[in-house]
């Protein structure tokens, strides 16, 4: 069972980093859209698409959420730079900006990284839904604790096959939670 008054709830709840936060927490700015690393691959991705400035790559994003959600240059230009400094992407000064490539390191590290790619878009699908204000209801809240203390329960017990079962199971549900619930076909009356 879940114990709502624990002083550790709040930061575990809230480590996938797509639920609105009540208050002004975090200095003011609003509900968590990425969760650790997700940005460094989304730039990476996008960079290794299309060499672009920094300002192209916060456009990029925006356009993403619709317009619900655009990086600061303050998390923008840092995450670059470390993205350069790790030889991932390569900056060119091009009238007093710099502009973006990925390397061949960076882009190995994309093939390599594939699966959590397809992560970070199918979460920018659910953030950009949460944005929007479609908060989870309480229930659903509650099924998420209750699925992260499952996988918590389970951890040293990752066989192949069953990093695989579950893998799937995440994947499969995630899905049907974004496409929404299932058209049932009208039956034709008889006449």
């Excluded at 229930?139 to 079962?165: C, F, K, T, Y």
Aim: aromatic letters at 4%.
């Amino acid at each position: 069972m879940r114990d709502h008054h624990s002083p550790h709830r709040e930061h575990a709840d809230h480590r996938d980093g797509f639920e609105k936060r009540s208050g002004r927490e975090r200095g003011g700015r609003g509900p968590r859209v990425f969760a650790p690393g997700d940005l460094k691959l989304l730039l990476l991705d996008l960079i290794a698409d299309q060499p672009c400035h920094g300002y192209d790559l916060i456009r990029q994003i925006e356009g993403m959420f619709d317009g619900a959600y655009s990086p600061s240059p303050g998390v923008i230009y840092p995450t670059l730079t470390f993205l350069e400094e790790s030889d991932l992407i390569q900056g060119d000064a091009d009238g007093g900006k710099k502009r973006y490539t990925a390397t061949d390191a960076g882009r190995l590290s994309l093939i390599e990284q594939k699966v959590a790619l397809d992560g970070v878009r199918m979460r920018i699908d659910v953030s950009k839904r949460s944005l929007r204000g479609h908060d989870r209801p309480a229930e659903i809240h509650e099924a998420v604790h209750n699925l992260r203390h499952a996988l918590q329960m389970h951890h040293g017990r990752w066989s192949p096959d069953e990093i695989l079962r579950v893998r799937d199971l995440l994947n499969n549900t995630a899905r049907a939670i974004v496409d929404g619930p299932a058209v049932q076909p009208v039956q034709e009356k008889a006449e």
